[in-house]
């Protein structure tokens, strides 16, 4: 629309016209107060406390409920909005219950702020507060009924937002209150965000109530380590004798991708960090039993036997298994320390979606690839497969708000009823095990898998009309799920790119486009490099780096069974549970794990090593879109190391050539939030280990941005600007820019971790929260099913 | 479950004009005989009008909205745009709900039929071809009588797909709400209508431009729809001869209840003398006691003293030029053995009990109101208090979502102005001074 400009105070402002007044004010640097209104939900009109004089109209009005309009004239500060709004807080207070002083959201309350900027400083009713006791709701969602100011943005996020409407106002009056949908309790996605948005502490939640004061925290900005979205989530961390502990996370100042979005992983599941089972000593198995060592006796034990296996049967006798969820820089360095110092290309990962295949058919194309923040404005989106609900909770609000606010068309093709189908313009539902795939070659013009497609709720002319309403769409982004595989990408984006679309591919945690990117592959090298190609990698990794491709991880289990391979190099995996591999036959190798816990597979280890997980390190993260962000340190858990610090480590005792593994010593300390966490002593730990090696103490080789430099410079696609990625935004990595990709791994080795909302991996077993909501929805189920029988 | 019907009793008075009030008693209920009593006459003349033409005949008419916030009829016709992909509707306004109102209840009662031939008209004039009939829950009773009339004007051909044999459709459907006063108001009317809760609608847009299922509306008062046929039939200029100006046009129902010793609904013209009104009409105040205070429309207008009451006529000028409201024509006589503390804690008991909640100001000071009221009726109020309750009433007038708001706070604001001295006499823990008096009344 047309812009107008109006006066606010004496300001002139210029903006659409049909902007809300209230945004036009924000933008003019005037601050108008309100409860009800919340950016990007609907409108409400309810609280009064947006009250603002505007010329030629005779009462007051909201600036929330007010288009602007050319030549406007506004004036917030005068006595008498002044005075409107403290009688409105003043009114409030009437009811509400003092009880600041152990209120969650005291010192963060909203109220507690207007009643501050508006003053209310006497009581003048005499009559009893109502009284209602306390409420729980849902494992994480607790209800203080007094403290509520019906402001109604619960009820509107939830509804609006979420899509999952479970929550309502119930009577009328000063007897309104906020109710759950299913009389006393919820069912919902238990994202938490109701309890986010409540200005005051009506809401509270299960995990965090109670526990502390907001001032209390160090409130840390750091990257989720759950599905592969990425969203941003600023933990709060406290001082604990362990060294830190996570209570909350949140993300109140919407920087991000995410704005304020986050999911019940993101809000709550960081507590596996301060499970119980949590391992912070090193072990190495003795007759038979895992014991607890001195970190210098497993690194020592680790690196002679890396040693000795490498130099007596050659680096083949060697396999490494990385990680989804390490930072890139630990994964490059993981595969670097693969190929040029224990000499193999037996490296691989727990693959989730075919990035090489993708990578292959983007390569070389100009803006080929989407953004997640894309998704939200963009005109039209086609997803093919995936639930995002359940596995990418944030693309799914994505988009929702783009169909709700920014008039988007969603086109689904999936074989399920997924719950995006409310959302979607057209959706087509295929046969399972396949139909995605069938879709993708209808979509790209063969007629002859229509009848396969066909069924009874999607006949012949509901496909053609899907495949035309697709067809006519000129800014399109396609989403797909890794039902799509090999050639089915290829024809995807073959297809796709002849109408300029543009593509995202989706993989299943948080840093599984990381570990692709970084070479995690026997066949790949980072930026989706063929081993066999005479690359600058080649060159630089040394003469040890075999030419040929490695075993992926069936082959190095196979090889393990028939006693070829001599040891096995696991790092954040759990592959016995995950490919349910027997564990005897893995019972001639020498197997290292590095883990938070002593997993399926770790249990039949020699050697266990402690890790840190992502909220106890620094580093960069890319989520599936190709976003890169930037992890910051929250804090230390005493006696675990970051799986970077490990890998050098080794390295080291191995009697390799530190500086040449990790270029350090060079450039300016600028951390990468190394020691911006609850607790940084780990400045000082380096320095000692630096110092007692004659090394330069200027960038240490555990500071994973000693890496970035070569990460920068070798791997396609990620020369990217850093002054933005170092701010706390997100930078998207382009495409290779080469075509020279080798062709993608088997399609078999790609195993979709099929996580729900509720679940995510090993990480997810070890979180209370997480647990705490399965347990309470089977629970509920039962219970539900007992009146039915 | 039956509800027994009594018939309510009518009133009458030589001074009265009945324009829409001529049929009560007359068994218009029944369609043949509405007809024989000149009914569905102005319908018919209607189909022959040029839309425009009809909108003009009720704008010349000074018709002004009956149900209290005296819009001008015609002039809300005209605001319903000509073309319209949404389909347009009539909506009537039945949720007659305001304290001391009386009047929608007996024209349903006594003449459905006047109803249906105004929404018919409506209709026309705009363009829709659906009208609604509200009612208030409580008026479940007279649901029947509605139903009926509809029923046999379908039978007669006056409703459905060609009224009146003229190729042109028109159907009407009737609804009945679940007991709320906020109802009443015609956004949230809409929303208990579509099956939401009964809350008010951000306005704008009006519901001229979106209303009832996003589509264009007319909303109006069951009085103001019966009021209809007859300007057609007899014309604008007509029905505007019978009140003092052109824009405070004809007659309308007065319901006079409270301390009259005549109490009912009688039809008067516009700017009739509250004086006559008080004393000619409702045979003045009963026990030989003296007028205290008249509420002039309703529980949501200002109250008057005795001398504002005795001098005031009955139109929209005369209160608009005080900054006031002539309201719904529910007119209370207060006499002087009345507890005024009383009257404004019955008032806001009332609101109380039917704000929405939507907003705060509302929600929260109609209960702080009804609290300290009753507090300070028992004889716990201290002098703070009666400033407190002026506050807290003008903090709600004009701030809040809907006018429940405003109806609720100036009742109060006038009664503890004019009548503040009663106030202090309750203070220090006096007994209230009118409390046997007041108690005989029943008014809480």
Known sequence: ????????????????????????????????????????????????????????????????????????????????????????????????????????????????????????????????????????????????????????????????????????????????????????????????????????????????????????????????????????????????????????????????????????????????????????????????????????????????????????????????????????????????????????????????????????????????????????????????????????????????????????????????????????????????????????????????????????SLSRDLLREFRDKVKGEKELIIVFGSELRGDDVFRLVKWGSAQSAKFICLGDYSNSRGAADMGLYPHLLPGFTPVSSNSAFAQEYGSLMPGQAGLDIQGMFSAAKSGKLGALYIVGSNPVARYNIDPFALKNTCIVVQDLFLTETATIAEVFLPAANAYEKAGTYSNTYGDLQLLKKAGDLAGVRTDFELIVRIADRMGADVHKLVPFGKGIRADMGQSRGAQSGEADQHLVWLSARNLEPKLSPFDPEALLDEIQRLVPGYNFSRLNLFSGGDVHTLAPEFSSISQPSSPESIVPANDTLFTSGTLGRYSNTLNSVIENRQATTVEAQIPAD | MKTIYTPTPLASHPDEVRIISKRFGHGAQNIDRYIELGGYKAARKALEMQPDDIINEVKASGLRGRGGAGFATGMKWSFIPKQSEAPKYILINGDESEPATCKDRLLVEYDPHAIIEGVIIAGLAVGAKLGFIYLRGEYRYLLEIMEKAVADAYVKGFLGNSIFGSGREFNILTHTGAGAYEVGEESALMESLEGKRGLPRLKPPFPAIKGLYGGPTVINNVETIATVPPIILNGGKWYVSFGPNEKNGGTRLTCLTGHFNKPGVYELPLGYPSKKMIYEVGGGIPNGRKLKALVPGGSSTFLLNQEEAESATMDYDWFARRGEFLGSGGVVAIDDQTCMVKVALRIMKFYQHESCGWCIPCREGTDWLKKTLTRFHDGGGVNKDIDQMLYLANNMAGRTFCALGDAAAFPTISIVKKWRQEFEEHLDGKPCPFEPVSREMAIA
Request: glycine share 8%; aromatic share 6%.
């Open chain 1, 1 to 456: 629309m047309a812009d107008v400009t109006i006066t606010v105070d004496g300001k002139k402002v210029t903006a659409p016209a049909g902007t809300l007044l209230i945004e036009a004010c924000k933008s003019a640097g005037v601050e108008v107060p309100a409860f009800c209104y919340y950016p990007g939900l609907s409108v409400q009109g309810a609280c009064r406390m947006c009250l603002v004089r505007i010329e030629k109209m005779p009462k007051l009005q909201t600036a929330c409920t007010v288009p602007i309009t050319d030549g406007m004239i506004v004036i917030t500060a005068t006595p008498e909005v002044h005075q409107a709004r403290k009688a409105t807080v003043e009114i409030l207070l009437g009811n509400h219950p003092l009880d600041c002083p152990v209120c969650d959201a005291g010192g963060e309350c909203e109220l507690q702020d207007m009643t501050f900027a508006y003053g209310a400083a006497e009581s003048q009713y005499m009559e009893s507060k109502q009284h209602k006791e306390e409420q729980q709701w849902s494992p994480v969602v607790f209800f203080d009924r007094p403290r509520c100011i019906l402001c109604y943005r619960c009820v509107r996020v939830c509804g609006e937002g979420m899509d999952v409407w479970a929550l309502g106002v119930q009577n009328r009056g000063v007897a309104s209150l906020i109710a759950p949908n299913k009389q006393d309790h919820l069912e919902c996605e238990e994202c938490g965000m109701c309890i986010d948005i409540c200005p005051v502490g009506a809401l509270t939640s299960g995990a965090y109530r109670y526990k502390t004061r907001p001032w209390e925290m160090n409130h840390v900005g750091t990257i989720c380590t759950h599905c592969a979205d990425g969203c941003k989530t600023t933990l709060g961390v406290r001082r604990s004798k362990g060294g830190m502990e996570i209570v909350r996370g949140d993300n109140r100042d919407k920087s991000g991708i995410n704005g304020d979005f986050l999911c019940i992983k993101g809000r709550y599941a960081f507590d596996f960090a301060n499970s119980d089972d949590r391992i912070t000593q090193p072990l190495v198995r003795r007759d038979g039993k895992l014991m607890a060592v001195s970190w210098e006796q497993a690194i020592d034990h680790v690196a002679n036997r890396f040693k000795q296996i490498r130099d007596s049967q050659g680096g083949g006798a060697i396999g490494v298994i990385g990680s989804n969820r390490t930072t890139n820089e630990e994964n490059y360095l993981l595969q670097k320390f693969a190929r040029s110092i224990l000499g193999t290309n037996n490296i691989d990962h727990h693959q989730t979606a075919d990035y090489p295949a993708f990578a292959k058919a983007v390569a070389g194309k100009q803006n080929i690839t989407a953004t997640l923040r894309e998704v939200t404005t963009a005109p039209a989106v086609l997803l093919i497969g995936n639930d995002p609900t359940e596995q990418h909770p944030l693309l799914a609000w994505n988009l929702r708000t783009n169909v709700r606010i920014h008039n988007g068309r969603i086109y689904i093709v999936n074989s399920g009823d997924i719950k995006l189908r409310r959302q979607a313009r057209a959706y087509a539902q295929v046969p399972m095990d396949g139909g995605e795939s069938l879709m993708v070659r209808y979509l790209g013009g063969d007629d002859s898998v229509a009848s396969q497609l066909q069924s009874s």
